[in-house]
């Protein structure tokens, strides 16, 4: 991989990810779709099926995988929360890059979007307070922090592809 996003549902990474990925000829890798792609299923049915456990094992192995391939690496929005995960992206020598987005942010870009259930349920206090439970993870876990709010998703990718942005570090040792 030549980059990772990480991020909050909501945050981009997947919009920011493809348009990198365009910009610079490299792939784009979803893992979300590496998942199902390796279960033969969809992620709603890994979850009915086998449980949450056994998703976190899928993506664990994902993310391992996935390391080694070409291109830019989009996370879900759990991938560094899990241990063995942050982990894996701590370790790794590929700069990540944080997506990050307010509250209010997420829910005005998921108003519409039926495959994210959870966004609706939880509501803006429930996605106030799940997102800061992650906050600290995904801060630790990445090289570089973009606040996405007031950005294009073509804003975001100038803001990654810029030489100078890339040397700045919020302190991931």
Excluded at 115 to 125: F, I, K, S, T, V
Aim: no cysteine.
């Amino acid at each position: 991989m030549k980059l990772i996003l990480v991020g909050f549902m909501g945050s981009g990474k997947t919009t920011v990810g493809n348009l990198l990925a365009q910009k610079l000829g490299l792939p784009y890798h979803d893992l979300d779709d590496v998942i199902v792609e390796t279960a033969g299923k969809s992620i709603k049915q890994i979850f009915a099926d086998d449980g949450e456990p056994a998703f976190r094992q899928l993506e664990h192995d994902a993310l391992k995988a996935s390391l080694a391939d070409d291109g830019i690496l989009g996370t879900g929005g759990g991938t560094p929360i899990q241990a063995a995960n942050f982990e894996l992206l701590k370790a790794s020598d590929v700069p990540v890059v944080l997506l990050d987005v307010m509250p209010e942010t997420i829910i005005a870009r998921l108003k519409n979007d039926t495959d994210r259930p959870l966004a609706q349920q939880l509501g803006l206090h429930g996605l106030v307070d799940l997102k800061g439970q992650r906050d600290t993870l995904y801060q630790q876990v990445s090289d570089f922090r973009i606040a996405t709010d007031d950005l294009t998703p073509l804003e975001v990718v100038d803001a990654i592809s810029q030489e100078g942005f890339l040397k700045m570090s919020f302190g991931r040792n």
